[in-house]
């Protein structure tokens, strides 16, 4: 359900063979959730008050216990190994912390990678509404985001991260049959825009608002 309050976690992640540093935790935070053209302010007004973002601090960054190549063996050939993905980054991220850090089942949890990884064409990915993961502390169900640093390049803009929010959110792509990216207007298809500028698209489509409950 796309209705009431979903938790957002940011998680920042480093592959340990990796050099590139992650950005300062404020420049994700504002992307996410802070800003006025933030994911949350964006997904928010789309509901016309019937959902509530509500995100903590951005965390980390913890270190993955594998190179990057253990995660993508194929060098971007083919999808890279998700689920180990976000068990590692979700144990690092408990091992790491003081006290521990533990999910629990309800989040919509972004893992934030220094290192690209996956095919060049495809820039993040999420689960459609929630999924399974199983930590060393036990199976959660959560939404799950995974965002290499070209996710966040200057030409996607909002795009590539409101658009995997949306899909832990419930939403599928909404294009056409012919093509699901090939609407420039819907973030949850082909709609492209930088972060800077104000947004070409409006909302969702109104398939998806019935969908998720937003309208009637």
Not at 97 to 126: I, M, R, Y
Request: net charge negative; charged share 15%; proline share 7%.
């Amino acid at each position: 359900s796309a209705i009431g309050m979903k938790p957002v976690r940011i998680l920042l992640i480093r592959f340990p063979d990796v050099l590139a540093k992650l950005k300062k935790a404020n420049w994700y935070q504002k992307r996410f959730l802070t800003s006025s053209k933030s994911v949350r302010a964006y997904w928010e007004e789309n509901a016309y008050g019937s959902l509530t973002l509500a995100g903590a601090a951005v965390q980390g960054p913890f270190e993955l216990p594998l190179p990057l190549s253990a995660y993508d063996p194929t060098g971007g050939l083919q999808a890279p190994a998700f689920a180990a993905l976000a068990v590692d980054a979700l144990n690092a991220a408990d091992e790491q912390t003081p006290g521990g850090l533990q999910v629990s089942d309800g989040e919509l949890v972004q893992l934030v990678f220094n290192g690209n990884f996956g095919p060049t064409d495809e820039l993040a990915w999420a689960t459609v509404g929630a999924c399974s993961v199983a930590p060393n502390y036990g199976s959660r169900t959560i939404g799950v985001g995974w965002f290499p640093p070209k996710a966040f390049g200057p030409v996607v803009g909002l795009l590539a991260i409101g658009q995997e929010v949306g899909h832990q959110l419930g939403f599928w792509h909404s294009g056409t049959d012919a093509n699901e990216y090939d609407s420039p207007w819907d973030i949850m298809s082909g709609g492209l825009c930088g972060f800077t500028l104000l947004p070409r698209w409006g909302h969702t489509t109104v398939h998806n608002k019935i969908e998720a409950g937003w309208l009637l």
